[in-house]
């Protein structure tokens, strides 16, 4: 009841050598060396920790527990070719597996002869456990003769945040959950802002071959079927001496027949446990769990684009929003107001204003809204404004903004002032143009998504690796 929970991951994504090539093959010498530093580590730490109570000190010492895994499987197995659920990548699982709990095991042995084993380490009860059975003999043989200085060695936990951090490589032996998403990171002010994160293997895929379409054995785990799910749990534990994290996801309308064959299959691979998903109406839905709505909204037509011979007068109010940019070799922040003009029930953008405590660009900037300004006022496709902005160059260099380049601090205007026009209804989308007039919808709220994150508010919780996490804010219940 005591045990403490000392954890740490191999990236073995980051082991592979060639990446995408028909030599693709994962540094087996380097996993070895890698296996045996991160025992020795694993095994300091137990005698360097600090523990909140001596029951958790006594047995943490008696036994000398660690749980070495694995973090990126996923994209190593893509790296070298194979799709996740194959036959061929639960055998590679395994043997990967196998090689990093007998490299452990043999560290641990070496440790052992260096400083004694675990001080409840009885040889023949040991050996006769059920992962000693399977483990090669030679290093059963070692055991008997040196002993082994920590009882458990191998398990594989939720490696969410720490793949993260290892530049998003897919999280322990899990699919990838999705290649690219939207993530909302809080900023010293306490403002969020939104950066695209790319799965670890598709941005090398990117830097490799650029925009070439991604090969058919990337596959992410919704596209998986729930036994291929079962298939890589079932190949990955069998060295795996403790426990084991993985989440089988199932399809919203899996049969009752499909979802008892996980539980069987999983059972009859000799799986030490079975977690499934399957998203509901009930855990799913928001406001309501009433049946969803059959209605569908009919497509509405646009209205013609409206040209003015003369300029619109200003009334006396108008709606719009203010929005800071901060340009990074700039101190002081810059905000940009876009007021609209409510024409027909629809809004269309007005004039601009940009104020900074900056007085280095204020003439520019003063000259720059007068313009943009005076265009607006004419009417017509407007859209073309931003699209010059954007392509303005700054012969000094740009810079990175929210993980994209921004050529220049015009060009982050102007991608402010499209974001403005995409979310009033102006146009489509970013680079798409003026957008048929919009009409408003009733929009079904009964539909299935996930629950409310308590962090950021979100409607994305979704479960990953037995954890509740949030796409938006990467919030996990499990910390």
């Not at 979802?259 to 030490?272: L, T």
Request: charged content about 25%; aromatic content about 8%; glycine content about 8%.
């Amino acid at each position: 009841p005591y045990g403490a929970c000392l954890l740490g991951s191999i990236n073995l994504a980051r082991l592979v050598n060639d990446p995408f090539e028909k030599t693709a093959t994962l540094d087996e010498d380097g996993l070895g060396e890698l296996v045996k530093t991160a025992v020795r580590m694993m095994d300091n730490v137990i005698d360097t920790s600090r523990f909140p109570l001596e029951a958790q000190a006594q047995e943490a010492h008696a036994k000398r527990r660690i749980g070495l895994g694995v973090t990126g499987l996923a994209d190593a197995l893509l790296m070298v070719g194979l799709r996740y659920g194959s036959d061929g990548a639960a055998e590679q699982t395994e043997n990967w597996m196998k090689q990093i709990a007998r490299a452990a095991y043999l560290a641990s042995v070496d440790l052992a002869r260096e400083k004694g084993a675990f001080p409840l380490f009885d040889a023949e009860k040991y050996l006769a456990s059920g992962a000693m059975q399977n483990m090669d003999r030679d290093v059963r043989d070692a055991i008997r003769k040196y002993g082994i200085r920590n009882a458990l060695l191998t398990s594989v936990a939720p490696t969410g945040t720490i793949s993260l951090y290892a530049g998003n490589v897919s999280s322990g032996i899990e699919p990838v959950f999705a290649y690219a998403y939207t993530r909302k990171v809080l900023q010293n002010d306490g403002s969020r802002s939104e950066e695209e994160v790319v799965d670890y293997a598709v941005q090398m895929w990117r830097e490799k071959f650029g925009d070439r379409e991604l090969p058919d054995h990337f596959v992410d785990a919704q596209t998986l079927a729930p036994l291929d799910h079962v298939k890589m749990q079932a190949a990955a534990q069998k060295w795996i001496d403790s426990s084991i994290s993985k989440t089988i996801n199932c399809p919203v309308d899996i049969s009752f027949e499909d979802f008892q064959d996980v539980y069987m299959q999983a059972w009859d691979s000799g799986c030490k446990g079975c977690t499934t998903y399957r998203p509901n109406d009930i855990t799913g839905s928001v406001l309501s769990v009433s049946e969803a709505s059959e209605h569908v909204p009919e497509t509405q037509t646009g209205a013609d684009v409206v040209y003015l011979s003369e300029p619109l007068d200003r009334p006396q109010e108008l709606e719009g929003s203010t929005y800071k940019l901060k340009w990074p070799e700039s101190e002081h922040a810059i905000y940009i107001t876009v007021n609209d003009l409510l024409i027909n029930g629809h809004r269309r953008p007005f004039e601009v204003f940009i104020n900074s405590k900056n007085m280095e660009h204020f003439a520019w900037t003063v000259g720059l809204t007068r313009m943009i300004s005076a265009v607006f006022r004419r009417g017509g496709d407007v859209s073309f404004v931003v699209e010059e902005l954007k392509a303005v160059f700054d012969p000094r260099g740009g810079a990175w903004m929210q993980g994209k380049y921004i050529p220049s601090i015009l060009a982050a205007i102007g991608g402010v002032i499209e974001r403005h026009m995409v979310h009033t209804g102006f146009i489509e989308g970013e680079g798409l143009g003026l957008k048929s007039d919009p009409q408003a919808q009733v929009v079904n709220l009964d539909t299935p998504r996930g629950a409310a994150c308590p962090k950021c508010g979100e409607y994305g919780l979704r479960m990953i690796e037995g954890c509740m996490t949030c796409g938006s804010c990467g919030h996990s219940k499990c910390g």
